[in-house]
């Protein structure tokens, strides 16, 4: 008895799929695994791997339906006696709407009718609750056909990409300190040199800006072409992301797949791309203006720095989970059974996974001003920073800017929020093993782990290694590659959204775009006249 309980509770707690078990049942005498003498231990062991099986869902079910037929003549008067009217409740519960009405009979008995039947008077609601549960449908996507939420679902995912590939581009301009090489800034655009007067004209204009004055003097013109492309492709890069998000969205908008919640999104987002230029431009001109003295080095300031990589995170973000809401309106969550052992996991790890994507957020906004003043180039050893944990210049006098302006403040900083969000996704990770939880919510807490163990490791090489180009753009890309998981794991975990938006509110809804495009078309146009 003691070795079928713990073979039980083996089958329980593992993965496996009922047909294992029903294989495991038959191929094994019944005489061996179960005493006669003891029949409520038939019961209740069948009882149990009924009711823990995967096959709980609607859609295992649908499969394993014979599988249970089987293991119920396997295990004979048993396995009769097992399908009583609990566990008959516990399988219409999970999925009320089988099609296979006629095999569950034969597997339930009489009592699939009567409980059937006494469940139906608790009204239409209950027996038809998985129905409804898969029709719940984002408001982003209301109204919209397959095809069409397939189509926005491949346009955001792309723009999502290609942000992505902007913020890399853009650590990339950085760590080649090509990104003063334009000192000026059209919100239209600007046309590469041509000719070699045109390149002669631009380097002129760049030999007036301190960065040349301090740093660069005696640059040929050959190195200079190569930090003018760079930055010029950095911009035409995100100019052309204008063109792929706002062309698909009008022919999109034309074929009235765009709804009043989604224009509202789209049209944010647009307003947040149109900004997002002027604020790269805002913090260049921070790096054009004339030091305030002899030793000041020439750079951007480190706090338009972190506002221009927050807003493009956040906009990577917007595109992201957008995209998901379309692809998935209802989200593994959403669908578990409320009250079962999955629920009860899912709202555990729901309540662990929101700090921990903030601690990621900040984490990755404490590198932009590591950057901003270029704080990897100091202290490149590690653990220890000049010999000590907390080296001396630690404590400056900057008050409260202290934090954000003091090379070694910043870099300890860092460290610090680096290891804690190591330390918190694999605490994450560990106290989800013992939860039960939807396959998508465990990959990718199990792909958090993987990357944020990578991304220490990545942080720590281009830390002793004096800050390489190649190494500093992968840990740059490796912490928006943390954050995307972070992101679609909160997505994963989301409970489910609303059915309906009120017409008033559609209709506010729909101004969002063209707001959207006057206000950002008018400050475009205020900054270049002005600045």
Not at 205 to 225: V, W
Not at 284 to 299: D, K
Not at 369 to 391: C, E, I, R, S, W
């Amino acid at each position: 008895m003691q070795c079928l309980a713990g073979w039980a509770r083996r089958v329980v707690s593992s993965d496996l799929a009922l047909s294992n078990v029903t294989r495991v049942f038959c191929q094994t005498s019944r005489d061996h695994l179960f005493n006669p003498q003891h029949p409520a231990t038939h019961i209740n062991t069948f009882s149990t791997l009924l009711r823990n099986s995967q096959c709980s869902s609607a859609g295992h079910l649908r499969h394993d339906v014979q599988h249970l037929i089987s293991l119920r003549e396997c295990l004979g008067k048993a396995g009769r006696s097992a399908c009583t009217g609990p566990v008959c409740r516990h399988y219409l519960e999970s999925a009320p709407s089988l099609p296979k009405t006629a095999q569950l009979h034969t597997l339930f008995g009489t009592q699939w009718r009567r409980c059937k039947s006494t469940m139906a008077g608790q009204g239409p609601a209950f027996l038809h609750a998985s129905q409804a549960q898969t029709q719940v449908v984002d408001a982003l996507g209301k109204g919209l056909s397959p095809g069409a939420r397939r189509a926005l679902t491949l346009w955001l995912g792309g723009c999502a990409g290609w942000v992505f590939s902007m913020v890399v581009l853009g650590g990339m301009t950085r760590l080649t300190r090509s990104g003063l090489s334009m000192t000026d800034w059209k919100f239209t655009g600007e046309r590469a040199p041509g000719s070699q007067v045109e390149w002669e004209a631009e380097f002129a204009k760049y030999k007036a800006s301190p960065e040349y004055q301090k740093i660069n003097r005696g640059m040929s013109l050959d190195d200079f072409k190569f930090i003018y492309r760079m930055e010029y492709a950095h911009r035409m890069w995100g100019r052309a992301l204008g063109l792929v998000f706002a062309l698909p969205a009008s022919y999109f908008a034309y074929r009235g797949w765009v709804n009043g919640a989604l224009g509202t999104r789209l049209g944010l987002l647009f307003a947040m791309g149109g900004t997002q230029g002027l604020v790269g431009w805002w913090m260049v001109r921070s790096g054009l203006q004339e030091a305030q003295n002899e030793w000041e080095t020439p750079r951007v300031s480190p706090y338009r720095l972190a506002a221009h990589l927050t807003s493009a995170a956040v906009i990577y973000g917007t595109l992201l989970w957008t995209s998901l809401s379309l692809t998935y309106p209802l989200s593994p969550a959403a669908s578990v059974s409320v009250g079962s052992a999955a629920h009860a996991g899912v709202s555990t790890l729901r309540r662990w996974a929101h700090p921990l994507a903030g601690l990621i957020a900040v984490t990755a906004l404490s590198g932009a001003f590591v950057a901003g003043l270029d704080a990897g180039h100091a202290y490149n050893t590690f653990p220890l920073m000049d010999g000590k944990l907390v080296p001396d210049e630690y404590w400056g006098s900057g008050g409260w800017r202290n934090p954000f302006e003091n090379t070694a403040a910043v870099q300890l900083h860092h460290r610090a929020l680096a290891l804690s969000t190591l330390a918190g996704v694999t605490a994450l990770w560990a106290g989800s093993r013992s939860l039960q939880l939807p396959r998508p919510c465990r990959l990718l807490v199990n792909g958090m782990l993987a990357m944020a163990g990578l991304q220490v490791v990545l942080g720590i090489s281009t830390l002793l290694t004096y800050v390489p180009p190649s190494l500093g753009t992968a840990h740059q890309a490796g912490a928006l590659t943390l954050l995307t998981l972070a992101i679609a794991l909160l997505h994963t975990l989301r409970r489910n959204p609303a059915h309906a938006v009120s017409k008033l509110r559609a209709s506010q809804m729909q101004l969002g775009m063209p707001a959207a495009l006057a206000t950002v078309v008018a400050v475009g146009t205020a900054v270049t006249q002005f600045s």
